[in-house]
């Protein structure tokens, strides 16, 4: 038997409006903790207000609210056909002829959908709050003294010191272990108060413990004469680790521009595997709702033929954090590099759906 239109439009009337509300909730959980948790980091810094609090809180929860999106489908998928089925709606819809693959149809649409969303207007929202918090908390919480700007221009790095500022210029960048070496090099020092105190042009420098040592270096200064120098340090505290910590995280990059952002990364000489993992994860999502509208239907609509609620439901919230586990550690596994990117990316939401479909089709065909 065919499923009506007016039947499908009940039934993702009823799984929306259960997302909606675990999706609300969740969030309004998450900013109270996020502004607990803030306003503790913020105790010892007068400057810092609780309005400024709550604003990075509010610029953080669109970030977490991503993170929510598959939970908030899985709990508002078990309460929908939990609803459902507690009503005998689905009995009844299933004497008639309808089967559970019928049903889902219309649910792993709003799914579908939902993930796409997620990817293609929540993803760019969040990811721009999310640097806006970044730079708020690196200001007002961190104290952060070094910045690095990567474009098609170049590295454009910032460090800082007691005596002063540097601004370092490179077209790219050469890691070699624990150094890293750079080409055509640029400096502009300053004093403290950003006064300009002179200026170092090299043909290379290479990232040593403790300081940049740059190779036939001019050195020039306000009102005194070039000179020529073989070598010249300048003191870092910077590493290679710290020099990729300060570039944009692929979270507070918009996935229309993280392609883009890959391709200059691997440019300049840098690694990109956590930018490709996060986009990849990203265009998993819609899988991923899907396998989380599998995983609810498999534990709530088998609650009339055996087990009892609560240990039903303890079932599927164990089954989403246990693949949110897995997602965790294969992505890990993706970002050492010890598996490939797209399989630590896909293969958590493959899975899941394959099992949630396996799990249907021996419940309902078994």
């Not at 740059?214 to 710290?242: C, M």
Request: proline fraction near 4%; aromatic fraction near 10%; charge should be neutral.
């Amino acid at each position: 038997m065919r499923l009506s239109s007016t039947l499908s439009f009940y039934i993702g009337r009823n799984f929306l409006f259960a997302f909606l509300s675990f999706f609300i909730g969740l969030l309004a959980l998450i900013l109270l903790l996020d502004s607990v948790e803030l306003l503790r980091r913020a105790a010892s810094k007068p400057d810092v207000s609780a309005s400024l609090v709550f604003e990075m809180a509010l610029m953080k929860l669109p970030h977490m609210g991503q993170l929510l999106f598959p939970f908030a489908v899985l709990f508002g998928g078990m309460a929908a056909f939990w609803k459902l089925s507690r009503s005998s709606e689905l009995a009844v819809t299933r004497a008639a002829g309808i089967s559970a693959w019928q049903f889902l149809v219309p649910v792993l649409l709003i799914a579908l959908v939902m993930g796409l969303f997620k990817i293609a207007v929540f993803n760019p929202l969040a990811s721009t709050t999310l640097s806006r918090f970044q730079e708020l908390e690196a200001v007002n919480l961190k104290g952060q003294k070094s910045f690095l700007a990567l474009s098609s221009s170049g590295l454009w790095l910032r460090q800082g010191s007691e005596e002063g500022q540097a601004v370092v210029h490179a077209k790219s960048i050469l890691q070699q272990g624990e150094n890293a070496e750079i080409r055509n090099v640029m400096v502009f020092l300053y004093k403290q108060n950003d006064v300009f105190a002179g200026r170092v042009d090299a043909s290379k420098a290479t990232l040593e413990p403790g300081n940049w040592k740059l190779s036939n270096a001019w050195i020039s200064a306000p009102n005194k004469p070039t000179y020529h120098a073989e070598e010249y340090f300048l003191p870092t505290d910077l590493t290679i680790a710290k020099i990729q910590d300060n570039f944009a995280p692929p979270e507070t990059m918009s996935f229309w521009d993280l392609p883009d952002f890959i391709v200059t990364l691997e440019k300049a000489g840098f690694s990109a595997v956590r930018h490709r993992l996060h986009l990849h994860s990203l265009l998993a999502s819609p899988l991923l709702m899907c396998a989380m509208v599998l995983i609810a239907a498999t534990f709530t609509l088998r609650h009339s033929r055996k087990g009892t609620p609560t240990f039903i439901i303890a079932s599927g919230v164990m089954a989403g954090f246990l693949l949110y586990f897995f997602s965790d550690v294969v992505l890990a596994l993706g970002l050492s590099e010890s598996i490939p990117v797209v399989l630590a990316a896909w293969s958590p939401s493959g899975i899941a759906t394959m099992l949630g479909l396996a799990m249907l089709l021996h419940l309902e065909d078994g």
